[in-house]
């Protein structure tokens, strides 16, 4: 039979408007436009089906680790492949998924012994919920009043029931409002600029943490966790945490006997220029979610690592119920698995996180070249870790109205000059993969300089 002919650009572009309904996107403006529609990918570098070069700007939402079409882990899933895609862990075991995690376990924070695999970010969260909530149930000394969380008031750990219940992005949840548990605390924390003392560094006193503090002492007895995400929000806009805050609140958390989660999903895998961001000041969680990076950005896979003493509170007799009844049909996939390995063995081959700690300074001055212009009011950054924060007026820190769209303009912008990158309300979020060099760096930086007074030029026409 003769083949069936490829769809044409055009058709492909029609059928992606008529079928397809994307995350985080309002379909009716979606469906405006012919959608851009990528095809292959090289190193930091993406083509859509018709030959055009991007520079991967977002890490393909903040995923890939060591570019695009790396041989080594190329390799590694054609291998297993000659192997076997796919096989459970329930009641089963395989190979590879007893070495990642013997690996996670040798490379996460000491205390960390346990890795209970998913599949992404969100899922790693419940996972550790469902776990704080059960311990206390179970552990040596039960306290089954232990049932609430308490959350940062911008916080975003993802979009289950659970992990969006211990989010502080009221746009996503508001829909959903009766679906959230109500066992959680919300704490303001105002890191930074956003402080309403007006505390920079290093002469910030950490005032933020008050509010904590007074509800773990109100509160410790019904309170099973505190959850953060290490150093830096990422969805509130790339917000950085003074520097002793991390280690702050696990302090508290182990004065007033409650459990510390670290949703290192965004932040993990070297994005912050460490491993883990828990280790920029020691911290050891007692629970901790990691996704994104895992693979390299190649596969969906996740784990939530604990610490003997909460494992320990899951073992019984069949009858005692201790199980911890939780799993996904493809919880430690062995694609993903061999993803993984290949992914870590690469940070040891290419010293990558070494490249990445020389590279993050470089970077920052780069960034700093964006700072003269007029509107852009904050520049953050957190290792590979950046929000570009645009506002009307620099000094004031004015904000331009939602409806504007300023920071989706600079982005299609910057999409036609060669550049992908995502904004969340008027911060462009740029995260590049680790693998990036410092020239590629520098083009996304230019790139992005031109693009923002193009916009301002469009929006001064129209709103003189």
Known sequence: MPKKPFPSVKQLQKDAQSYIWHPFTQMQEWEQHPPLLINRGKGTFLYDVDGNTYLDGTSSIWVNIHGHRHPTIDGAIRKQLTQIAHTTLLGLSHPLSIQLAKSLVHLAPPGLRKVFFSDNGSTAVEIALKMAIQYWQQCSSPQPRKIEFIHLSAAYHGDTVGSMSLSGNGLFQKPFSSLLFSGRQQIEAPFCYRCPLNLQFPQCQMACIDPLESILKEKHEEIAAVIVEPMVQGVAGLIPSPPGYLQRIRELCRRYHVLFIADEVATGFGRTGRMFACEHESVIPDIMAIAKGMTGGYLPLAATLTTEDIYSAFLGEFDESKTFFHGHSYTGNPLGCAAALANLSIFKTERTLTKVQRR???????????????????????GYMVGIELVQDPHTKKPFPLSHRIGHHVTLAARALGLLIRPIGNTLILMPPLSTSLKELKQMIDIIKVAIPLVRASHNSKNP
Do not use: E, F, N, Y
């Open 360 to 382: 993050i300074p470089k970077l920052a001055v780069l960034l700093q070249t964006l700072s003269t212009d007029p509107w852009v009011g904050d520049i953050r950054q957190c």
